[in-house]
């Protein structure tokens, strides 16, 4: 079976995201206003060949638990789908 997963990575929500906060600060000198609580994160797509969707799930989990995500900072999420190639 074939999956394509989008992975969204996020600053965890405790904490500061010094990135958003800068975005943030300079709307106003584009002349925006009313723009408040930017977080800048990570969109990955991928493909993945795997026996069952459980599998596809447990992959995804090993590779953004001990590869693409920083536990201490960042937390994330993924949406899964089924391919029909």
Do not use: W
């Not at 997963?5 to 929500?13: E, L, S």
């Amino acid at each position: 079976m074939k999956f394509t997963i989008k992975i969204n990575i996020m600053p965890q929500d405790a904490l500061l995201d010094p990135q958003g906060k800068t975005v943030e600060n300079n709307t106003t000198k584009l002349g925006i206003e009313n723009i408040s609580n930017i977080r800048i994160g990570k969109h990955i797509t991928l493909n993945v060949e795997s026996e069952s969707l459980d599998q596809a799930k447990k992959n995804i989990e090993n590779i953004c638990d001990k590869l693409l995500v920083n536990q201490i900072t960042e937390q994330y999420s993924y949406e899964i789908a089924q391919n029909n190639d």
